[in-house]
């Protein structure tokens, strides 16, 4: 299974990211993965939505009864390295959701 | 402000801080609103409408919401810290009674102009009347100074490719004029019996969800609001309205039917990228499951996002595939309209009306199989291009003393 990653518009340039590809089993141990990463914080979301945030100002929103995944970059990154800092939190996710599956 | 009380009208879904009406907008929709007034009445007379609109507006706002504070210190803090939880920018205020200088490096105006535009297009006017009038109201509130005894002047900003915006503050050397302002107490005698509609169920409950979402948010580090996918301030409608009906009432009666048709089209923008936005984030996925792109689905979640965002109950009272009627007792228009200017000889809602079309426009014309992208160059072939597909007829409208107010769409 992979997955893609994809600009999706944003009124803020080239910040939001969508991750294709996320079955929601997927994303389920994505969500415990996050949950449990102390490096990233949740903040209050909208329905069932969950917001985590890192220390460097990324976002990740996951809904998880469809598996959606939506990285959004911190607006300090400027316009033209965002795709690179948005690859970024995709592959420490990846790593996250492996070491998750690896536990159990 | 999130210190300061808060009241949702709740069966009106209309908002308001400490009795002073506000409602959400992004900043395709405010600086499409900023230009029709530039349009209409000059890039002058516009500039100065707006600012005296903005400066009469938050002069309204900070009073209300300084009562407790004891210092001039104290108030100007408040204030600084209303405007950025607002979405309207972190502005640093450093004034007196005999006036000084405000700096801000994201005034919301200039800072999304900058970003929409600032790429393709050069400016020469600076585009943050609103928090011109603010610094000009926040300075007269700290010193407890009468209105319109100080003036703001923005000398540098970011929408000009210039570091950060500037203004400069003085005293009047007469009371500037200020707009007269409208409050709840002013509002509620306008306002019909509140009604529902077609899937009142849904719409109530996931505009009540919306609601509380909005209400949560504030502006970031920079003071600047993000949700959605896009920059979105917590804004005052007597910026709004002031401004859009000085461009109505003082337009020659033959640039009149033009002047309608610009202050439609500002809300064709706000459904298109705010509501639009909205539909396609997870925010609405997480509320209100995939999008199934039918029409039905794609109207009455629009309406529920404009209950949402406090824009009045709204309800649908006929939809099918070439028709919809829409209806309200309490959008916000009309009872500022009432208030403010007594009875009109023609319908005012135009942002109602606007909105009414755009939604049938999402509904029928956009694929929302995650292959539409929300561009401006989408925008203006949906909206600028070979027709709409549909025209708007307002049939009843408050603003004349009718009981609700009514716009029947059909496909054309």
Partial sequence: MSVTLARELACARSRLFGLRGVTIEQGRILLGALEACPRWRE?????????????????????????????????????????????????????????????? | MSEAK????????????????????????????????DDVLGDTAGQQVRVRAAHAAFRQLLRAITQGASTPMERLSIAMGAFAAMGHGRVDLDVTAEGGSARTGHAHYGFCWAEKYGSRVSRTLPADAVAAGFVAAATEVAYELPAGAMQAVEETCVARREPECTFKVTRAATPVPLPPTVDRQAMEPFLGPSEGGMDEAWIGATADTLQEFVAAMEG???????????????????????????????????????????????????VFHTFGGILLSPE????????????????????????????????????????????TTSNYEAPYYAARFGKSDRP???????????????????????????TQSFYDDLFRGQGLGFRCEPTTCQTMGHDRTEVVVRRT
């Avoid at chain 2, 689905?297 to 649908?316: E, P, S, T, Y």
């Avoid at chain 2, 199989?369 to 929300?374: I, M, Q, R, T």
């Fill in chain 2, 6 to 37: 808060r009241l949702l009208l709740e069966p009106h879904d209309l908002t308001f801080v400490e009795d002073v009406p506000y409602i959400y907008h992004c900043s395709h929709y405010n600086l499409f609103h900023d230009q029709t007034v």
């Fill in chain 2, 220 to 270: 970031d580090e920079r003071g600047l609001m993000e949700g959605f996918g896009v920059f979105i301030t917590r804004h005052l409608t007597n910026y709004y309205l002031e401004t859009a009906y000085a461009a109505a009432r003082q337009a020659p009666e033959s640039a009149l039917p033009i002047v309608e048709s610009l202050l439609r089209e500002a809300a064709h923008v706000c």
């Fill in chain 2, 284 to 327: 609405w996925e997480s509320v209100a499951g995939r999008l199934s792109g039918e029409p039905e689905d794609i109207v009455r979640g629009c309406v529920a996002i404009a209950r949402g965002l406090g824009f009045g109950r709204w309800a649908i009272r006929e939809l099918g595939p070439d028709r919809l009627v829409l209806s």
């Fill in chain 1, 43 to 104: 903040r209050p979301g909208i329905g069932e939505l969950r917001i985590f945030r890192s220390a460097a100002g990324h976002e990740v929103l996951l809904v998880p009864s469809t598996g959606r995944v939506q990285i959004r970059v911190a607006y300090v990154v400027p316009p033209i390295e965002r795709f690179d800092a948005a690859a970024g939190v995709l592959v420490e996710l990846a790593r996250l959701g492996r070491a998750a599956r690896r536990a159990g």
């Fill in chain 2, 348 to 374: 005012r809602c135009y942002f109602f009306q606007g909105a009414a079309l755009a939604m049938m426009v999402l509904a029928h014309r956009v694929r929302w199989d995650g292959s539409a992208e929300l």
